[in-house]
C-alpha cells in the first residue's frame, strides 16, 4: 500500500520566517510527486517533480525530491499571512493506470 | 473559462437518504476521479475514470457508486447515506489518458449526513 507522510502536521510562522515542509514516500513504481496549496476551497498545483536533485522554484515557494532518500521538502520564504493554507504532497505511482496518493497535509498559519 | 464544476455546493442529507453529486468538466479531459476530505486526514479517492467507459475502485469506494455519463460527466451516487459519509468532496479531472498527472480539482461540495 502507498504511503505519503507529511511533517509537521501543523505550524504557526511569523510573517518573514521561513518554512520548510516534508515529505516522505513509499509508493510502487514511482511516476512523480507534486505539490498542491490548499486555501478555502480548490487545491491548486504549485509543483510537479519528477527527477532527483532539480529544484523547482516559483516566486518565494521552491521544492525538490530526493529519489534516493524517497522525500520532497517544499520551502516557502519570506512568508505572508496569503501563505496560510495546507499544502498536500501526493505520489504518482503507476498500477497499470496512474494513481495519487496524498498525504494528510502541511496546515501553516502565518500570523502578522 | 468554467474548468470542472460541482453541484451541489452544500447539501444537508438525513440518514438513509440518497443523493448524487454531479460533476462536469470543459476541458475535454480524459480522467476524472472523486476524492472525499475528511479533517487531518488528505484527501483520499473515491473512484476514478482513466477514460470515458471505464470506473474503478479507489482507496474508500464503499457507499459510493459512479457513472460516468460521457467525456464531460463524471456523478458519484451515494445510495443510503450515513454519518460518517459526512465530508468534503472533491471532483478532479485531468487529460492524460491513463495518468493523474496534474489534477484540476472543483471548488468541493460539503455533504452533512445528520
Known amino acids: 500500500e502507498d504511503k505519503v507522510v507529511q511533517s509537521p502536521l501543523s505550524l504557526v510562522v511569523h510573517e518573514g520566517d521561513t518554512v520548510t515542509l516534508n515529505c516522505s514516500y513509499e509508493v510502487t513504481n514511482f511516476r512523480s510527486l507534486l505539490w498542491y496549496k490548499q486555501e478555502k476551497k480548490a487545491p491548486t498545483f504549485l509543483f510537479m517533480l519528477t527527477s532527483s536533485g532539480i529544484e523547482k522554484k516559483s516566486g518565494r515557494l521552491s521544492s525538490i525530491l530526493d529519489k534516493k532518500e524517497l522525500f520532497s521538502i517544499l520551502n516557502i520564504t519570506a512568508t505572508q499571512t496569503g501563505d496560510s493554507a495546507i499544502y498536500l504532497c501526493a505520489v504518482e505511482g503507476y498500477y497499470g493506470n496512474n494513481r495519487l496518493a496524498f498525504g494528510k497535509g502541511n496546515q501553516v498559519v502565518v500570523i502578522p | 473559462n468554467a474548468g470542472v464544476t460541482q453541484t451541489p455546493k452544500f447539501q444537508v442529507l438525513k440518514t438513509g437518504q440518497s443523493m448524487t453529486l454531479q460533476c462536469a468538466q470543459d476541458m475535454n479531459h480524459n480522467s476524472m476521479y472523486w476524492y472525499r476530505q475528511d479533517p487531518g486526514m488528505g484527501l483520499r479517492l473515491i473512484y476514478y475514470?482513466?477514460?470515458?467507459?471505464?470506473?474503478d475502485k479507489g482507496e474508500v469506494p464503499n457507499g459510493y457508486n459512479v457513472s460516468r455519463l460521457n467525456k464531460r460527466e463524471f456523478s458519484l451516487r451515494l445510495e443510503s447515506a450515513a454519518p460518517s459519509q459526512t465530508s468534503v468532496y472533491f471532483c478532479?479531472?485531468?487529460?492524460?489518458?491513463?495518468?493523474?498527472?496534474?489534477?484540476?480539482f472543483g471548488a468541493g461540495s460539503r455533504l452533512t449526513v445528520l
Open positions: 475514470s482513466a477514460s470515458e467507459g471505464t470506473t
Open positions: 478532479a479531472s485531468t487529460p492524460a489518458g491513463s495518468g493523474a498527472n496534474v489534477l484540476t
